[in-house]
């Protein structure tokens, strides 16, 4: 899939740039991005307008530039690593935690705000105001939900009256069917790609690591993670998770490698350790 510089440097720096240091310079950043054909000019606009967006501090090294990332930003690719390699949920004690909230026309900022929250988060929306996700979340609504005045929110933990009942409010929160269909046109893609990456080098490498997490980090914020009983029968999110876990596995020596060459420091990112083959489901 087609990034933009920004997005690029998202992904290089989730997966690469924050374990080599606290700081890149402005120049082996540039050399890193021309393996994306991203020229020299259009890395320093991006990196000016993140900076100025609170991604990045800088100061200068003689007449060098050099970038680290904000701690409210570390959080964000911290938070975002857990949620793209955490494992689908199995087990499930058939509870769910509803958030109702009541905000009127003139909150309406406020109120896409927290819609945006709650989705973001993996709630799915049942009705206007009302969001379900499964299992005990209430902890976490709290939090989401700590700016909503407390007379205007409620976060409850209930359950419906069986199994059907459960499977109809998932099919009624999220479209099920098109994540689906996403998933499956994610496994045609890649699948030969387990196969193929430990042939890869270099450059290579690298693309087809970056390109493979770009295309798969979006599916943790649209899919729900519903629990297996929930989940349609033969739920392609298995195996896309599969692909993912042993593709980035398997390409990670020689797209650090590559990356380690370029900025000139070893790379220190940390390895899964989750055994994927203890995953129910379809191998990839």
Request: with cysteine; aromatic share 8%.
């Amino acid at each position: 899939m087609a990034q933009t510089p920004r997005s690029l440097i998202l992904d290089l720096y989730g997966d690469y740039l924050r374990y080599v240091g606290p700081e890149v310079r402005l120049s082996p950043l540039t050399s890193l991005l021309a393996a994306f054909d991203v020229a020299p000019a259009t890395v320093r606009v991006t990196m000016s307008r993140l900076r100025r967006e609170g991604w990045f501090t800088t100061r200068r090294l003689g007449r060098e530039t050099a970038y680290t990332l904000s701690d409210e930003m570390l959080d964000v690719l911290e938070v975002g690593r857990k949620r793209i390699f955490g494992s689908p949920v199995v087990d499930w004690d058939g509870a769910w935690t509803m958030v109702i909230y009541q905000l009127s026309e003139s909150e309406r900022q406020e109120r896409a705000s927290l819609r945006k929250a709650l989705s973001w988060q993996g709630f799915g929306s049942l009705m206007t105001s009302t969001w379900l996700a499964p299992g005990d979340r209430r902890e976490e609504a709290a939090d989401l939900t700590k700016d909503v005045a407390p007379d205007k929110v409620n976060i409850l933990r209930c359950s419906s009256d069986g199994l059907e009942g459960d499977r109809d409010l998932a099919r009624r929160c999220w479209d099920l069917e098109q994540l689906a269909s996403s998933y499956a046109e994610f496994n045609r893609d890649h699948r030969d790609l387990v196969e193929t990456a430990p042939s890869l080098l270099g450059v290579e490498a690298l693309r087809a690591r970056t390109e493979l997490i770009a295309t798969f980090r979006h599916f943790p914020f649209r899919d729900p993670r519903l629990p297996d009983v929930l989940r349609p029968a033969d739920w392609p999110g298995i195996e896309a998770y599969r692909i993912f876990r042993a593709a980035h596995a398997l390409l990670a020596p020689a797209a650090e490698a590559c990356v380690s060459e370029i900025v000139g420091t070893s790379i220190r990112a940390p390895r899964a350790d989750l055994d994927i083959s203890s995953l129910p489901g379809p191998t990839a």
